[in-house]
C-alpha cells in the first residue's frame, strides 16, 4: 500500500488516520504492519468505504472532499475500501542498526550469514556484499550489482536481507553499513578499517533520488546546511520538486530548524 510522503508525516503527527483506495479485493488486513520512511503504520480498520464526508476526507488528508472523489474516480470499476491507519511508532530496524554487537553475537550474526550463503544459487554472497557497501557509499545499486557482475534486482533482494539483520541501511540513493553492519565487518578484519565520518549535523531526510541527487551535487548533505536556503533556492534546483520541498520542511520543523529567508 503507497502512501505519500506528506501523508505518512500526517500519520506520524496524528492528524491522519484514514486512506481511501479503489482495489478489486483488500491488499491489507487488519493489523498489517508496514514499514516506511517515518516508521510503522499498522492497519486498524478495512471496510468498504460507503458514503464519504467531508470529514472522512479531511482525516485522509485530502484537501477536499471533492479532490478525494476526484482521485477516487480514476477507477471506477473498483470498489472503495475505507483504510483506518496509525503510526505505531519507530522501524525497530532504526535501533538495531545503531546496536553495536559484542563477540558472542557476532557469532550469532556470523552464524546468520553463513545460512544465507548456503541457501542461495548464487553462492557466497553476503561478505563481499557487505564490503562492497562499506567501501563504495552511496553508490547507486545497480553500479554496485555491475561491479560484482550480478543482476540489480537480485542483488537489492539480496541487500534487503542484510538489513533485516540490522546491517545496512538503505538511502535514496545507494546503501551505508550500519554501526552494526561496520563492526560485523571489522571482526573479520586484521586492524578496524579505517572510514570516513558521516558529515556533522543532521542527516537529510527521504527525498527521492532526483532530489537527493540534486542536493549532494549543489555539497548540501545536512539539515543545516538546507536551512540556509530559501524556498525559491531549493526549488530551484533541478530534481528538487514540491513534495520533496515539504518534506524537507517537515524534517526542519522536527529539527527546530527553517528555511532561510
Keep these: 500500500m503507497m502512501i505519500r510522503?506528506?501523508?505518512l508525516a500526517a500519520i506520524k503527527a496524528g492528524t491522519v488516520d484514514l486512506a481511501f483506495r479503489r482495489w478489486a479485493r483488500p491488499r491489507v488486513v487488519?493489523?498489517?504492519r508496514m514499514r516506511t520512511a517515518v516508521g510503522v503504520i499498522e492497519v486498524t480498520s478495512v471496510d468498504p468505504a460507503g458514503r464519504i464526508t467531508a470529514e472522512d476526507a479531511r482525516r485522509a488528508g485530502a484537501p477536499s472532499l471533492t479532490a478525494l472523489e476526484h482521485a477516487l474516480a480514476a477507477r471506477p470499476d473498483d470498489p472503495a475500501w475505507r483504510i483506518g491507519l496509525v503510526y505505531a511508532g519507530p522501524?525497530?530496524?532504526?535501533a538495531l542498526r545503531e546496536t553495536v554487537p559484542d563477540a558472542a553475537e557476532i557469532e550469532v550474526i556470523n552464524a546468520r550469514l553463513a545460512r544465507l550463503d548456503k541457501a542461495?544459487?548464487?553462492g557466497a554472497w553476503t561478505r563481499a556484499t557487505l564490503d562492497l557497501i562499506d567501501l563504495n557509499p552511496t553508490v547507486r545499486a545497480p553500479d554496485l550489482?555491475?561491479?560484482?557482475g550480478r543482476e540489480t534486482a537480485d542483488f537489492k533482494k539480496d541487500v534487503r536481507k542484510l538489513k533485516?539483520?540490522?546491517l545496512t541501511e538503505s538511502l535514496d540513493i545507494g546503501y551505508l553499513l550500519s554501526p552494526r553492519g561496520q563492526a560485523v565487518v571489522d571482526a573479520a578484519l586484521p586492524v578496524p578499517r579505517d572510514r570516513e565520518p558521516p558529515p556533522a549535523g543532521t542527516r537529510l531526510p527521504k527525498?527521492?533520488?532526483?532530489?537527493t541527487r540534486a542536493?549532494?551535487?549543489a555539497g548540501i548533505t545536512t539539515l543545516e546546511q538546507v536551512s540556509v536556503l530559501t524556498g525559491d533556492q531549493l526549488a530551484a534546483l533541478h530534481g528538487v520538486g514540491p513534495m520533496a520541498i515539504d518534506r524537507l520542511r517537515e524534517a526542519l520543523a522536527e529539527a527546530g530548524l527553517t528555511l532561510g529567508g
Design 120 to 122: 542461495s544459487a548464487y
Design 30 to 32: 487488519v493489523g498489517t
Design 164 to 166: 533485516e539483520l540490522g
Design 207 to 211: 527525498i527521492g533520488a532526483p532530489a
Design 91 to 94: 522501524d525497530p530496524r532504526e
Design 215 to 217: 542536493l549532494r551535487n
Design 5 to 7: 510522503p506528506a501523508e
Design 145 to 148: 550489482a555491475a561491479m560484482v
